[in-house]
């Protein structure tokens, strides 16, 4: 099946700094991403949608100004979290949907995630 | 997208059938129904859809109500990586290519060996 890939897998950093995740789809073209947060014993909420060659989509109460996204390819989407604060730490998972599967419907692919920590 | 209700949890021993509820009175005519799971610390994994007829695939096969207000995930036997956490989720495929995923709590299967 359609393979996404995060990286990092992980990251410490320390409080103030930025930290940039990228997600890459591997055998197939996405001009749409999606990107994901979840914390310890929750569920996914989604925080923005990616589109290639414009300004991505946040969700009500997703500080663009902190959580920067650019799809710059159609394969790229970057997630930079700037100053990074401790309660920033999270797992962070993108996906990208695919249109591979028949009969109707589309599916999501979603990459492993990435943890980051901020000290 | 239109809610979805299912169990916190569920548990399963190794090598059995599990058949895993979702309730979804509010469906419209437009919404898929969509299986996913999520492995300990990994990204969801797509297990199977569909729209009214019972489905069928290498991982699963989903049983849907004539009335589509519910539905049933069947692993027919269950093995310890299945244990994860199964998130139903209807998808309007209606009126646009709107790709979103909205995730509910979903239901944490525990497998027993």
């Known amino acids: 099946g359609a393979v996404v890939s995060q990286h990092p897998s992980w990251v410490i950093c320390k409080s103030g700094t930025s930290v940039k995740i990228e997600c890459r789809s591997l055998d197939f073209q996405a001009t749409t991403m999606f990107w994901y947060r979840q914390f310890p014993k929750q569920s996914l909420m989604l925080m923005a949608t990616?589109?290639?060659?414009?300004?991505?989509?946040?969700e009500q109460g997703v500080e663009k100004d902190k959580f920067l996204i650019n799809h710059a390819s159609l394969t790229l989407s970057t997630l930079t979290v700037t100053s990074a604060h401790p309660e920033d730490s999270s797992f962070y998972i993108c996906?990208?949907?695919?249109?591979?599967?028949?009969?109707?419907?589309?599916?999501?692919?979603f990459g492993p995630g990435t943890r980051l920590t901020v000290l | 997208d239109a809610k979805t209700t299912q169990p916190n949890s569920m548990e399963s021993n190794e090598e059995e059938p599990v058949h895993l509820p979702c309730n979804h009175s509010t469906i419209s005519g437009t919404d898929y129904i969509h299986w996913y799971r999520q492995l300990p610390s990994q990204g969801p994994e797509y297990v199977i859809h569909?729209?009214?007829s019972n489905v069928n695939n290498r991982m699963a096969s989903l049983a849907i109500a004539e009335d589509r207000k519910s539905s049933t995930l069947i692993l027919h036997r269950a093995t310890l990586r299945d244990a994860a956490v199964y998130y139903c989720i209807l998808r309007d495929v209606g009126g646009g290519s709107n790709y979103k995923l909205t995730f509910g709590k979903g239901t944490l299967l525990t497998v027993n060996p």
């Open positions: 569909g729209l009214t």
């Open positions: 996906s990208a949907p695919s249109t591979r599967t028949s009969g109707g419907g589309d599916t999501q692919y």
């Open positions: 990616s589109n290639e060659g414009s300004k991505a989509t946040y």
